[in-house]
């Protein structure tokens, strides 16, 4: 019997090995329907205001930065700004999660969420953000952030998110973390607290403090338009000069305009009052149709506002941060 010879396999037929992923894992978010105004911010574009760009970024830095601190990011982390009413999303993967700012309401075939609540969006959920009963916006946060280009060190979009886009984002799941709901740093959401503008002595101030103000429909992210009794309008004339969020201009008809994030950097209306540091995000939480009033400060006033709030955030994210730690996958 001739011997039989051994059979050697090529090379080529080697079983090869597990191919190795390389860095996290990714999960692709999928909008289904876009929401009345939804945006990609983070902190804006700060120092470019001599280039004639807005600052624009999140209408309400407070609570963006509240929701990042839920899931585990620093305060400037991409989100989704919505206004109004949210957009539905649908991951295919898991996704740690947390809406805060306004209450949206939040639901999904899964589980029972609620703002304010971080949850772990999973695979072929679909999950409806509806509308709000009180405030304006309201910020969803996932853990590592939303992607988007860089313009001027910014990832802040310039027009709203449109159905059938695409988020590639970190897989991850939520540990449970909540804000408790005696928590409200905006205590007193229509009452803004203002300082001497720089053309005040061109009105009366006391015509001005006295009144209650509606918010007019008009009103956007570039600013609030507002509505009451018409400011006597003197005839002096003013070259345009540099303004900033919180400035309260009067128009040529008597009527206030407060500038937002997205407001304009010159102007040539006059400026009564300048919203203080502490109150400038109360303007992105202002619903068309609510009423607005004014209280005087002084600049020290200002100062020891704007402390006393940056305290009460820095608190906040502290100890957020150091119990919001969600698992990658």
Same mark, same amino acid.
């Given at each position: 019997?001739?011997?039989?010879?051994?059979? %050697?396999?090529?090379?080529?037929?080697?079983?090869?090995? =597990?191919?190795?992923? /390389?860095?996290?894992?990714?999960?692709?978010?999928?909008?289904?329907?876009?929401?009345?105004?939804?945006?990609?911010?983070?902190?804006?574009?700060?120092?470019?205001?001599?280039?004639?760009?807005?600052?624009?970024?999140?209408?309400?830095? @407070?609570?963006?930065?509240?929701? $990042?601190?839920?899931?585990?990011?620093?305060?400037?982390?991409?989100?989704?700004?919505?206004?109004?009413?949210?957009?539905?999303?649908?991951?295919?993967?898991?996704?740690?999660?947390?809406?805060?700012?306004?209450?949206?309401?939040?639901?999904?075939?899964?589980?029972?969420?609620?703002?304010?609540?971080? @949850?772990?969006?999973?695979?072929?959920?679909?999950?409806? /953000?509806?509308?709000?009963? %009180?405030?304006?916006?309201?910020?969803?946060?996932?853990?590592?952030?939303?992607?988007?280009?860089?313009?001027?060190?910014?990832?802040?979009?310039?027009?709203?998110?449109?159905?059938?886009?695409?988020?590639?984002?970190?897989?991850?799941?939520?540990?449970?973390?909540?804000?408790?709901?005696?928590?409200?740093? $905006?205590?007193?959401?229509?009452?803004?607290? +203002?300082?001497?503008?720089?053309?005040? $002595?061109? @009105?009366?101030?006391?015509? @001005?403090?006295?009144?209650?103000?509606? +918010?007019?429909?008009?009103?956007?992210?570039?600013?609030?338009?507002?509505?009451?009794?018409?400011?006597?309008?003197?005839?002096?004339?003013?070259?345009?000069?540099?303004?900033?969020?919180?400035?309260?201009?009067?128009?040529?008809?008597?009527?206030? /305009?407060?500038?937002?994030?997205?407001?304009?950097? /010159?102007?040539?209306?006059?400026?009564?009052?300048?919203?203080?540091?502490?109150?400038?995000?109360?303007?992105?939480?202002?619903?068309?149709?609510?009423?607005?009033?004014?209280?005087?400060?002084?600049? =020290?006033?200002?100062?020891?506002?704007?402390?006393?709030?940056?305290?009460?955030?820095?608190?906040?994210?502290?100890?957020?941060?150091?119990?919001?730690?969600?698992?990658?996958?």
């Amino acid at each position: 019997m001739s011997k039989k010879k051994k059979q %050697t396999r090529s090379p080529l037929h080697r079983k090869r090995p =597990a191919r190795l992923s /390389i860095g996290p894992a990714k999960t692709t978010l999928h909008v289904v329907t876009p929401g009345l105004q939804t945006l990609l911010v983070d902190f804006g574009r700060p120092r470019h205001r001599h280039l004639g760009v807005p600052l624009g970024g999140a209408a309400d830095r @407070f609570s963006l930065a509240i929701s $990042n601190a839920l899931v585990g990011n620093s305060a400037s982390v991409p989100a989704l700004e919505m206004a109004l009413a949210g957009p539905t999303l649908e991951a295919d993967g898991d996704l740690g999660c947390v809406v805060f700012g306004a209450p949206f309401s939040m639901s999904s075939d899964q589980q029972d969420l609620r703002a304010g609540k971080t @949850f772990t969006l999973h695979a072929g959920e679909r999950l409806h /953000i509806g509308s709000t009963p %009180t405030g304006m916006r309201g910020y969803l946060c996932v853990r590592g952030g939303f992607p988007g280009s860089s313009v001027l060190a910014s990832h802040s979009s310039l027009s709203p998110v449109a159905a059938g886009m695409e988020f590639v984002c970190s897989s991850g799941v939520a540990p449970t973390r909540f804000v408790h709901d005696y928590f409200k740093w $905006n205590r007193e959401p229509n009452m803004l607290r +203002v300082i001497d503008g720089l053309q005040s $002595n061109w @009105f009366d101030l006391d015509i @001005f403090l006295a009144q209650e103000y509606q +918010v007019s429909p008009t009103s956007n992210r570039m600013g609030l338009r507002l509505q009451g009794k018409p400011l006597p309008f003197p005839s002096q004339e003013l070259l345009s000069e540099p303004v900033s969020p919180g400035a309260v201009q009067v128009t040529r008809d008597g009527q206030c /305009i407060i500038l937002g994030v997205d407001g304009q950097t /010159i102007g040539g209306y006059p400026k009564i009052a300048q919203v203080v540091s502490a109150d400038v995000d109360k303007l992105g939480q202002v619903r068309p149709g609510e009423t607005v009033r004014f209280s005087r400060a002084s600049l =020290a006033d200002a100062e020891n506002l704007f402390r006393q709030k940056q305290a009460e955030l820095d608190e906040w994210v502290t100890r957020l941060l150091e119990t919001s730690v969600c698992r990658g996958e």
